[in-house]
């Protein structure tokens, strides 16, 4: 099947997602590509349209065993016309559960075909030094991994006559998906004395809930608990709070979750 060019459509606020899907690009290796980052929030604003001389590369991370709540409604807009797709998903190391097939059924339902998925591994948001979780991951192998899955998928593209003789990639999870835990506001950041009011944290949040001309402070009903503000922070001043969640999460996961697992592929 000839393919006029690969998207790559990615929501990356800590960067493992963005990483893993730069690897599967340069593993299949085609001339024109296009670059759809929706981790900020004008990004989404604009649906995705590709057709079927399209590959479209779709990875976002799991979040609760899903696929992040703020992604849906962009998801929802995608407009394909029988275009193959490639779904991944990168998790922290604990699990992705039901992630990966409901991404593949959005897809399914704005009319793409899924030819392949695949499950990676990030290192853990909520990851920090006290607790650390699947530090460094995506890391050389991973992504040795990544780009090897690319060639495979680039293969199975040139092998098929037409889209309608692609066969579906069998992807684990579970309909209905795992419950999505109610969501209150979270008010977990704490901000050190080391902050000197660069800005950066507010650039990078993919919601918007650090207030420019108040960067001390992250609105509570806007934060999605990414931490991508912590992780960029040029002066490490921003941590979750003591006794909060967040930091419960880390210490559990530290604790629990300590195995290395290694990427899934599905074809
Ligand atoms: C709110 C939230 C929920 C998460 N839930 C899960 C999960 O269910 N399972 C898991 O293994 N990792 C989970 N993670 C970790 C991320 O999936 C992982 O760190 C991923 O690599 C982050 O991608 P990014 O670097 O592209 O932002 C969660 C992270 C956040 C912020």
């Known amino acids: 099947m000839d393919i006029r060019s690969l998207k790559l459509a990615y929501f990356s606020p800590t960067g493992t997602t963005a990483a893993v899907v730069e690897a599967m690009a ?33 990875a976002v991370p799991v979040y609760g065993g899903r696929v992040p709540f703020l992604l849906e409604p962009w998801l929802r807009t995608l407009e394909l016309d029988g275009t193959p797709v490639v779904c991944v998903v990168v998790y922290g190391n604990r699990a992705f559960e039901d992630a990966l097939i409901e991404l593949s059924d959005i897809v399914t339902e704005r009319g793409g075909v899924v030819l392949g998925g695949a499950a990676f591994v990030g290192e853990h948001s ?47 999870g ?35 809930a650090i207030d420019e001309e108040d960067l001390k402070h992250t609105d509570p009903d806007k934060c999605i608990m990414c931490c991508a503000c912590i992780k960029v922070c040029p002066e490490h001043a921003r941590s979750a ?24 592929y599905f074809l």
């Open 26 to 58: 340069e593993g299949l290796g085609y001339d024109v590509i296009e670059d759809v980052d929706i981790t900020m929030p004008e990004e989404r604003q604009e649906p995705l349209e590709a057709s079927a001389e399209d590959l479209l590369v779709i």
């Open 126 to 172: 909520f990851s920090n030094d006290e607790y650390p979780v699947a530090v460094a991951r995506p890391d050389a192998d991973d992504l040795r991994g990544a780009g090897d899955f690319g060639r495979r998928m680039r293969e199975a593209v040139d092998a098929l006559s037409s889209i309608d003789a692609a066969s579906r990639p069998d992807i684990p």
């Open 174 to 208: 579970d309909r209905p998906y795992k419950e999505r835990k109610p969501r209150g506001p979270v008010d977990f950041i704490q901000v050190g004395d080391e902050c000197v009011l660069c800005g950066v944290c507010a650039e990078q949040c993919p919601v918007g």
């Open 241 to 264: 709070k003591p006794g909060s969640p967040v930091e419960g999460f880390a210490k559990w996961l530290n604790e629990n979750c300590a195995e290395r697992k290694e990427p899934a």
